[in-house]
C-alpha cells in the first residue's frame, strides 16, 4: 500500500500507475477513487470517458505541485511542460487535504 504525504502527514491512500497499461487506463471506467492516483511519467491528461470530475495537480520531478486544475468529464487537457508527474483525485480532493501549488508531497509505500 501507498500513501500520498506532505512531511510526514499522511493525506491519502495512493494508486500508483507503474505501467504503460496503467498509464493509459488512469481513472477510466470507474465510479471513483478513494485517495489518489499519481501517474509518472507525464505532462497532460483528458477526462474522455470518465464518469466523474477530478483535481489534477501536475508535479515536478521532485513531486512539487506546479498547478491544480479541476477537470470535468470529456476534456483534453493541456500540457504543463515543466511537468514530469501527475496525481489524480476526485475534485476538491486536494482542497481538503489542504495542498496546493509550491507544495511538496511524497508517496510513501508500506511495501519498502
Aim: net charge positive; proline share 6%; hydrophobic share 45%.
Amino acid at each position: 500500500m501507498a500513501w500520498l504525504t506532505r512531511g510526514e502527514e499522511i493525506l491519502a491512500p495512493l494508486e500508483v500507475a507503474a505501467t504503460p497499461w496503467a498509464r493509459t487506463r488512469g481513472l477510466l471506467r470507474r465510479d471513483g477513487i478513494d485517495g489518489a492516483l499519481l501517474i509518472s511519467p507525464s505532462k497532460a491528461v483528458h477526462t474522455l470517458g470518465m464518469r466523474f470530475p477530478i483535481d489534477v495537480a501536475f508535479c515536478d520531478r521532485t513531486l512539487r505541485i506546479i498547478e491544480v486544475v479541476t477537470m470535468v468529464p470529456n476534456r483534453l487537457g493541456k500540457p504543463r511542460w515543466r511537468a514530469r508527474c501527475i496525481i489524480e483525485a476526485e475534485a476538491g480532493g486536494f482542497a481538503k487535504w489542504g495542498v496546493g501549488p509550491g507544495d511538496l508531497v511524497g508517496v510513501r509505500d508500506d511495501r519498502e
